[in-house]
């Protein structure tokens, strides 16, 4: 055989047909969708389903049976396919969205309403260390000749204040923070359900999250991806004239991922989200977590912790502040990993399972079975970074 003709053979795609059909559906006559999918390994990725605005979805066996379509750690089927087959689906399409939510435009009032957020009056104080980590030489040096050098007028100077605080402590840390990920700019999309005044309707927010930190897909992997269900904290950078605006945005957001995991039940309890918002020298720190039955979210945040880097034009920055930022970005990395890793899909198991109720200085977050959140329409990125 003519080894052209051979290589065509051997890269020929193996395709599965798919007809989707009402989750209500008796008959397989009239399906609301069809088209032909490509399989990897016998197998079909998450990704394909992205665009559909699909909920869960069920093989229809001709027996009649529904069997619930589930992906592993590679965001691929746990179904293997028969290539050149016909499957039936059996899913319903996400409720129509009544109003569209950017993050960057919520506003706190918003926020609270739409997630049911519950405040505590006292500020969140996190428990250091007895002896705090002295500010990296590297890092001191990076900022000193950044704020000395540059203006620090636009945000864009001001994340990288922040990438490098974020990259310092997953250094310095602790030996698990090698296997996490800095992701940035990362888009999260969900649907949810809230009521106003006895009035029903479907808000849909979306929009980018500036750091995302993540266990990778595969928590021993060099390869460095943030996966949709292994974030630990996020980080939302804003220009100083803007940082008294963020608060709501960064509630949203990590609101919105407390909701994906409990809408995906990953592992019990423990659903906390942490966050910050900044501007390279303020710095607000907090987490959310499920309140009583899971309708509503409980927000813990820190007094503004300040690491000025040009406090005055005869003084250098403020090593002393900044090296109580990056204790506090620290402490942040360090409580987000030892929360989450029963709800991360990369495999921990080699590690056990970690149930220190105080690992917070507080108890566990409530085991509740309610959803927060309707249906999610997109997952979280997958990046390389």
Same mark, same amino acid.
């Given at each position: 055989?003519?080894?052209?003709?051979?290589?065509?053979v051997? !890269?020929?795609?193996?395709t599965?047909?798919?007809?989707?059909?009402?989750?209500?559906?008796?008959? /397989?006559?009239?399906p609301?969708?069809?088209?032909t999918?490509?399989?990897?390994?016998?197998?079909?990725?998450?990704?394909?389903?992205?665009?559909?605005?699909l909920?869960?979805?069920?093989?229809?066996?001709?027996?009649? /049976?529904?069997?619930?379509?589930?992906?592993?750690i590679?965001?691929l089927?746990?179904?293997?396919?028969?290539?050149?087959? /016909?499957?039936?689906?059996?899913?319903?399409?996400?409720?129509?969205?009544?109003?569209?939510q950017?993050?960057?435009?919520? @506003?706190?009032?918003?926020?609270?309403?739409?997630?049911? #957020?519950?405040?505590?009056?006292?500020?969140?104080?996190?428990?250091?260390?007895?002896?705090p980590?002295?500010?990296?030489?590297?890092?001191?040096?990076?900022?000193?000749?950044?704020?000395?050098?540059?203006?620090?007028?636009?945000?864009?100077?001001?994340?990288?204040? #922040?990438?490098?605080?974020?990259?310092? %402590?997953?250094?310095?840390?602790?030996?698990?923070?090698q296997?996490?990920?800095?992701?940035?700019?990362?888009?999260?999309?969900v649907?949810?359900? !809230?009521?106003?005044?006895?009035?029903?309707?479907?808000?849909?927010?979306?929009?980018? +999250?500036?750091?995302?930190?993540?266990?990778?897909?595969?928590a021993?992997? @060099?390869?460095?991806?943030?996966?949709?269900?292994?974030?630990?904290?996020?980080?939302?950078?804003?220009?100083? @004239?803007?940082?008294?605006?963020?608060?709501?945005?960064?509630?949203?957001?990590?609101?919105s #991922?407390?909701?994906?995991?409990?809408?995906?039940?990953?592992?019990?309890? %423990?659903?906390?989200?942490?966050?910050?918002?900044?501007d390279?020298?303020?710095?607000?720190?907090?987490? +959310?977590?499920?309140?009583?039955?899971?309708?509503?979210?409980?927000?813990?945040? @820190?007094?503004?912790?300040k690491?000025?880097?040009?406090?005055?034009?005869?003084?250098?920055?403020?090593?002393?502040?900044?090296?109580?930022?990056?204790?506090?970005?620290?402490?942040?990395?360090?409580r987000?990993?030892?929360?989450?890793?029963?709800?991360?899909? +990369?495999?921990?198991?080699?590690?056990?399972?970690?149930?220190?109720?105080?690992?917070?200085?507080?108890?566990?977050?409530?085991?509740?079975?309610?959803?927060?959140?309707?249906?999610?329409?997109?997952?979280?990125?997958?990046? /390389?970074?």
């Amino acid at each position: 055989m003519d080894k052209t003709v051979e290589n065509a053979v051997s !890269v020929r795609r193996e395709t599965v047909d798919l007809f989707f059909f009402k989750m209500a559906a008796r008959k /397989r006559s009239t399906p609301f969708k069809q088209f032909t999918v490509t399989l990897e390994d016998a197998r079909i990725d998450r990704d394909v389903f992205s665009a559909l605005k699909l909920t869960s979805m069920y093989i229809w066996q001709d027996d009649g /049976r529904l069997n619930m379509l589930s992906f592993n750690i590679n965001n691929l089927s746990t179904f293997k396919f028969n290539a050149g087959q /016909r499957y039936d689906i059996k899913a319903d399409e996400t409720s129509a969205v009544h109003r569209y939510q950017a993050f960057s435009t919520s @506003t706190l009032d918003e926020v609270i309403a739409d997630f049911s #957020i519950e405040e505590d009056s006292d500020p969140w104080s996190m428990h250091h260390p007895a002896a705090p980590y002295a500010l990296p030489p590297g890092l001191s040096d990076s900022i000193s000749i950044l704020a000395a050098h540059n203006s620090m007028v636009s945000e864009s100077a001001r994340r990288t204040i #922040i990438s490098l605080y974020l990259s310092y %402590a997953l250094h310095t840390v602790e030996p698990d923070a090698q296997f996490l990920t800095i992701a940035e700019e990362i888009n999260i999309e969900v649907v949810k359900k !809230v009521e106003h005044d006895r009035i029903s309707e479907t808000v849909q927010y979306k929009g980018p +999250v500036d750091f995302l930190v993540s266990h990778s897909r595969n928590a021993r992997s @060099t390869v460095k991806r943030s996966h949709s269900d292994a974030p630990l904290l996020l980080v939302e950078a804003k220009h100083r @004239t803007t940082f008294e605006a963020a608060l709501g945005q960064v509630i949203a957001q990590a609101a919105s #991922i407390v909701c994906y995991r409990r809408n995906a039940k990953r592992g019990r309890g %423990a659903y906390r989200t942490y966050g910050a918002y900044s501007d390279g020298e303020r710095w607000d720190f907090g987490y +959310v977590r499920p309140e009583g039955d899971g309708t509503s979210v409980r927000l813990l945040m @820190t007094d503004e912790i300040k690491g000025l880097l040009k406090p005055g034009f005869d003084k250098k920055f403020d090593k002393k502040g900044c090296e109580l930022v990056f204790n506090h970005v620290g402490g942040l990395v360090s409580r987000a990993i030892r929360s989450t890793p029963r709800n991360s899909l +990369v495999d921990l198991s080699d590690k056990g399972d970690y149930s220190d109720d105080k690992a917070d200085g507080g108890e566990d977050d409530p085991d509740v079975d309610l959803s927060c959140i309707d249906t999610v329409v997109d997952h979280l990125s997958n990046v /390389r970074i």
